[in-house]
Each structure stands twice: as structure tokens, then as C-alpha cells.
């Protein structure tokens, strides 16, 4: 069973930066990969960017070079830099991480871009 938790999300305006945490219980190497998704109101779950166990990683189109995605082995955390936000970022962002096929998910944590 892995555990996943998230912090830093909150309310900023256009343009603004952020820094998301997700803390897992246990190793993450053990993980797969791990990364985030997002879920805005009325709107399907939508990838976000993803860190393998060996450190590659993959973004959605519309947040490279905008989001980086990174990880600290030593303190069981993934991080999501979020720059140059927009307010169509506004979404709740989930933590996820895959292990032998099976998918973990964090309860979110709320992200609000203001105009």
C-alpha cells in the first residue's frame, strides 16, 4: 500500500508560481513512476507530467517549459514546479505513482490562478 500526500497548492494570480509536494510513504523506488494529474470542474482528469524510477521524465503539451517535474529520492517526495501559470491551470492536482500495475492517488490539493 503506498500513500500519497499533497501540499502547496493555493490561490495566485496570472503569471504567478507555485511548488507542489507530494509525499509518499515508503521508498519511491519501489515506484514505477510517479506524477500528476489534474481535474478541473465539469472537465475529465488530464495528465500533468510524470517521473519514472529512473528520472525521465513527460509533460502534457500545454505545460512544457512552464511545469518541471522532479523528485527527491532521499525525502520520498515528487515536486511540480508550476511557472507563468495561467488561469486555466486552476484545477485540483493529484499525486499519483504506479507500482507492479497498480495506481495510487494522493486526495489533491487545490490550484486557483486568478486573471
Known amino acids: 500500500q503506498v500513500q500519497l500526500v499533497e501540499s502547496g497548492g493555493g490561490l495566485v494570480q496570472a503569471g504567478g508560481s507555485l511548488r507542489l509536494s507530494c509525499a509518499a510513504s515508503?521508498?519511491?523506488?519501489?515506484?514505477?513512476?510517479m506524477g500528476w494529474f489534474r481535474q478541473a470542474p465539469g472537465k475529465q482528469r488530464e495528465l500533468v507530467a510524470i517521473i519514472t524510477s529512473g528520472g525521465n521524465t513527460n509533460y502534457a503539451n500545454s505545460e512544457k517549459g512552464r511545469f518541471t517535474i522532479s523528485r527527491d529520492n532521499a525525502k520520498n517526495t515528487v515536486y511540480l514546479q508550476m511557472n507563468s501559470l495561467k488561469p486555466e491551470d486552476t484545477a485540483v492536482y493529484l499525486c499519483?505513482?504506479?507500482?507492479?500495475?497498480?495506481?495510487?492517488w494522493g486526495q489533491g490539493t487545490q490550484v486557483t490562478v486568478s486573471s
Open positions: 499519483y505513482a504506479v507500482r507492479t500495475g497498480v495506481t495510487y
Open positions: 515508503g521508498s519511491i523506488f519501489t515506484l514505477n513512476a
